[in-house]
């Protein structure tokens, strides 16, 4: 085991880093859409709820595991649980994450693609749409694409956790919330754009169905980065002295406030050409190239300006996601099979970018290719987002609740008893840890077989 282990420089610092591993495409081309299908306000609601009854004890029981043990997430299910099967857990949230990196790795390089294109020549309002689909299909563009974003994401980790991880993400962050609020406040701007802004404000309870608790849940899980380890991971680098209840309300917070920017920044664009907003993908690699070509006609000059300050947005809210993912992979190399950073970074690398490759070509050439009935990307997604992250958040609940020796749990969750206001919390959140959360989990995971 890796003698001297490296911690995050302050609290600040420890949620910096979790809210970059929060904010990310979740939030860019998932929370507006799904706010818009399910009543607007009504579902920020609803959202808001889950977060305070099911995403944040998922989160401050990763957050217990990891700082107890200061470990990666192998070694900290053998150090609190030796010699059980808990310690499988380990394994599955290590698989976990490096899956999702692979597909997210190739969905970050559409973005490095589109930024390139902004740069080197706008989107032209003809057939600007229409070109997501001839890229992202075609063998060449994506796979180089792919390549740089896994290397960019490999050379952050490779930095170490204080100059490589901690150093990005205190730059990013405040950018990446700087940058939003100028293209939301651009959007707004539009003509046409109040449309967009109704459609995320306005509360309608009548589209609120059950269903949109299970998207609320689910949702919560992605953005958050729930239940694969990546929050135990970056828990395990805070210092003892810091609040385990301050960082998963800040992080949780953090991610909310960018959602919802992102929000105002995506919606009333796509009103304001009068489109009918779509989910995933499509959202902001289709509608908004097409919005920005049609922008170009009138204003080429802020339509480029505009694409250009978008993409490099989604380009570095998804490293500062991405790297999250790779550190845990990273972590267990190191400090459970005594590798360099150096070799632990290269077999990482190789690996997901494998996948990674199969991820991108099941868009082309693999496209007839199924497994269970989907692509090979599409399987991962399902695979991860539907499963193993529920499972996972599962699991690091029933732990922290059932079995992890009540004492520990409560001195690192109050630092010892000296944090009153975790103190007074301490048996809420238990009951919250202990019941609230594992049925809920149940249910959205019936919700997602039907
Ligand atoms: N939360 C990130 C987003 O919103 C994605 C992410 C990072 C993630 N780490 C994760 C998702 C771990 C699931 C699990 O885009």
Not at 312 to 339: D, N, P, Q, W
Not at 357 to 371: A, K, N, R
């Amino acid at each position: 085991m890796a003698a001297q282990r490296e911690h995050f420089g302050s609290g600040m610092a420890a949620v910096m880093a979790m809210a970059g591993s929060a904010i990310g495409l979740g939030n860019i081309w998932r929370f507006p859409y799904v706010v818009g299908q399910n009543g607007g306000a009504a579902f920020i609601l609803v959202y808001l709820l889950c977060m305070v009854f099911l995403s944040l004890p998922i989160f401050l029981s990763e957050a217990i595991i990891g700082r107890s043990t200061h470990s990666s997430t192998f070694g900290a299910f053998g150090k609190l649980a030796p010699g059980s099967g808990w310690k499988w857990i380990g394994t599955l949230t290590i698989i976990t994450p490096l899956i999702i990196l692979s597909y997210y790795s190739v969905v970050g390089g559409w973005s490095i693609g589109f930024l390139y294109e902004s740069v080197v020549m706008g989107f032209s309002g003809a057939g600007a749409d229409g070109r997501f689909g001839g890229f992202i299909s075609s063998v060449g563009g994506p796979l180089v694409c792919h390549t740089l974003f896994l290397a960019l994401t490999a050379a952050i980790v490779l930095g170490g956790v204080k100059s490589g991880i901690e150093r990005f993400n205190k730059m990013s962050m405040p950018l990446l919330f700087v940058l939003i609020v100028i293209i939301a406040v651009y959007s707004i701007s539009l003509p046409g754009a109040s449309a967009g802004v109704k459609y995320l404000v306005k509360p309608d309870f009548s589209l609120l169905t059950p269903k949109s608790f299970a998207y609320a849940m689910g949702q919560g899980f992605f953005s958050l980065s729930l239940g694969v380890g990546t929050i135990l991971t970056y828990s395990s680098y805070m210092k003892k002295e810091e609040s385990i209840l301050r960082t998963g309300v800040g992080t949780a917070g953090f991610d909310l406030l960018f959602a919802l920017i992102a929000g105002f920044a995506v919606m009333p664009a796509v009103f304001s050409a009068g489109i009918e907003p779509g989910a995933g993908p499509g959202l902001i690699f289709e509608t908004l190239p097409y919005i920005f070509g049609k922008m170009g006609a009138a204003a080429p000059a802020a339509s480029r300006a505009v694409s250009i300050l978008f993409f490099l947005t989604i380009v570095i809210a998804a490293l500062t996601s991405s790297i999250s993912m790779f550190e845990v992979g990273a972590a267990y190399l190191v400090e459970e099979k005594g590798m360099s950073r150096r070799k632990a970074v290269a077999v990482i690398f190789t690996g997901t970018w494998a996948l990674g490759v199969l991820c991108s070509l099941s868009f082309g050439p693999l496209g007839d290719f199924h497994i269970a009935g989907k692509t090979i990307f599409n399987f991962c997604d399902a695979l991860t987002s539907n499963f193993l992250m529920t499972f996972g958040a599962l699991l690091f609940v029933l732990f922290v609740g059932w079995k992890m020796d009540r004492e520990t749990v409560r001195s690192e969750f109050t630092n010892g008893g000296a944090l009153p206001l975790s103190r007074l919390l301490f048996k809420p959140v238990m009951f919250l840890i202990r019941w609230v959360a594992p049925v809920a989990i149940v249910l959205i995971f019936i919700t997602n077989l039907l």
